[in-house]
Structure formats: C-alpha cells, structure tokens
C-alpha cells in the first residue's frame, strides 16, 4: 500500500514534512546543547543532545528518495542538465546568499565594535567567493563561515551527481544501471573525509534505489541486493547505527506517507530557512543569555526558548525569502 501510494502520488508524500520538521530539531539540539555555547553537567543529557547530529542523515536519506521521485516524475535526460541544475540553484541559492552575507556582516560588526578582537576568524574574501559555489572542501585553507553550510555542499555535489548519472538508472540497458549501481554504493570506499558526497552516496543510496523500487525501475530482487551492499558499505564507513537510522526512515516514508502531524508539517515547510539561520542567531541569542544559564534546567529552557525564537524568525524569512524562491523554482518545467 505505502508503495502505491508513492507511485501514484508523488506529491502527497506528507510525512516528509514532519521527518524535516524533526531532524531541525534534533539537529539544532546537537547544535546548542552539545557542540555549542551551552554544555551541561548532567552526562546524560550531554549524551542524548550528541544524539541529535544524527538529524543530518534524515536531511540526506530525505533527499535520496525527494530527488530522484522529481526526476522520475519530468522522465528526466541528460539534456535537461541546464534546466534542472537552473531550477535547483533558482530553488536554494537566493536564501543561502542571504545568510551568508548576513553571517559576514555579523563577524565584521563584531571584531568592528570590539566584541571580538580576533581578526583570525574573520572570512576573507576567497572564503566568502568559494562559498558562492559550495567550493569550500575544495581549497585547504579555506573553512565554513557557518559550520553547517558543509551539508549544503554535500546536497549541492549530490545534485551534480544525479543530473549528470541518473539517466543511466533510467536507461532500459541493464548494462548502464549497473554502471551507476555499483558508482553510487562503492564511491564512500574511495574517499575517507566527510566532506564531500563521494563518503556519503551509499547512504544516499538507501533512497534512491528504494525510489526506483517503487516506480517499478528496478526489480525487487535488484533492490534487496542493493540495499543491502548499500547496508554494508555504510556500516564500514559510517556506522551501524547510521544504517539503522536509514531503514527507519524509509520504513516510515513507506508505510506512513499520509501521515499528517500539523506541527511536523509547519515545522517541514520553513525547515530550510530554519536550518540555515539557526546556527548564526543560536550563537547571538545563547551568547546573550548565557550568564544566566547556570543549571542545567535553566540551560534546558534557554535552548527551547532560542528554538522557539527562531522557529519564529525562520516562518518570517520563509514568507518574504525562501518562498518567492520555491516559486519561481516551481515555474520551471522540465516536461
């Protein structure tokens, strides 16, 4: 049933919202109550807030099955490559332009108006040229303005990968699927870091060859064995647990598509505007409060606080930024 309705129904994949809408979340937890301003006392909610960077891999599996559903949907081919890379960059570029250049005049006001005399972490301008182009990885001594911009470069490299090979997995010659088969789930063995998309494709790989399982590409034997190397690879490279994470998540996109959680949904639809300014006013809010945070509940209540701002901040950046871009994205077609 969940398979049909997937097929059938590309665009009322509801729970994808809400899967969104939790991985803001549990990644802003991470964020602030782990690998930010705030460090608790208690072990164990120092331990379960490292739980949260996990909320990255939902951003990814997400994608993995997302992408390909849409370029199945227009029967995308490699002609298309200009009109689609168009439509994706028209999609995410202008708010992630916006960011950025607020994250820079943030760092230079401060180091301006002495609130930080350490011109060392002040972006120059190759770093904030590289970011234009997620080209960051790229450059040894170049670094993120904002630390999280590196998963946008994965999504970016990911983009490029599937404009570029998707049509093979497409193509009715079992030859070439294979051919992209075997490059999605073997490219994390030929590279170690995690900064580029090659580490991360097997896990990409859980949605994809589940997306073309479900729109009746490839066989259901062909994407048993491919989950499972997919499986393999992924517990060699990354983890166990991150392989278990993946099958959840495609669990609950099969089998509960239509599900609707209001919040989730809110929470889903601004997720890109909040993910990308999370960290800059995380840092600006938490940094203000943190005298006052001396306990651990105190610094329980001041990280749902600074969420709850930023949700607030995020829908307003949604509204005026982000959606006018989601619009003109929409108004370009590939058929």
């Not at 570029?93 to 916006?98: F, H, S």
């Not at 900064?195 to 896990?203: I, K, P």
Request: glycine share 6%; with cysteine; charged share 15%.
């Amino acid at each position: 049933m969940g398979s049909k309705k997937l097929n059938e129904k590309f665009k009322q994949i509801v729970i994808i919202h809400s899967l969104r809408g939790l991985s803001i979340i549990v990644i802003s937890f991470y964020h602030f109550g782990y690998n930010g301003l705030i460090r608790f006392d208690n072990e164990l909610l120092t331990n379960l807030f490292s739980f949260g960077r996990k909320g990255i891999h939902i951003f990814f599996l997400i994608s993995g099955v997302v992408i390909p559903l849409s370029l199945i949907k227009y029967n995308y081919k490699l002609n298309q490559f200009w009109k689609y890379l168009f439509k994706r960059i028209l999609r995410i570029e202008p708010p992630y332009l916006i960011v950025l250049v607020l994250s820079v005049f943030y760092y230079y006001s401060r180091f301006l108006f002495g609130f930080n005399s350490d011109d060392s972490v002040l972006p120059s301008l190759k770093e904030i040229v590289l970011h234009i182009g997620y080209l960051v990885p790229f450059s040894k001594d170049s670094e993120w303005i904002i630390p999280i911009f590196w998963t946008l470069s994965i999504e970016f490299q990911y983009y490029l990968f599937l404009a570029l090979l998707f049509p093979m997995a497409l193509s009715k010659r079992k030859k070439l699927n294979w051919i992209f088969n075997l490059i999605v789930v073997f490219l994390p063995l030929t590279y170690s870091g995690t900064d580029l998309f090659l580490h991360w494709s097997a896990f990409f790989g859980l949605g994809i060859f589940y997306v073309l399982y479900v729109n009746k590409k490839y066989s259901l034997i062909e994407s048993i064995i491919l989950l499972v190397l997919c499986g393999f690879i992924i517990c060699t490279e990354l983890s166990f647990l991150d392989f278990v994470i993946g099958i959840l998540i495609l669990g609950i996109v099969h089998f509960l598509p239509d599900l609707k959680i209001r919040v989730g949904m809110f929470l889903g639809k601004i997720s890109y505007s909040y993910y990308l300014l999370h960290t800059l006013l995380g840092t600006i809010i938490l940094s203000s409060l943190e005298s006052w945070l001396y306990s651990d509940l105190l610094r329980f209540i001041g990280i749902n606080c600074t969420i709850i701002i930023i949700v607030l901040i995020a829908s307003i950046f949604w509204k005026f930024i982000e959606k006018p871009s989601e619009e003109k994205s929409k108004g370009i077609r590939l058929e």
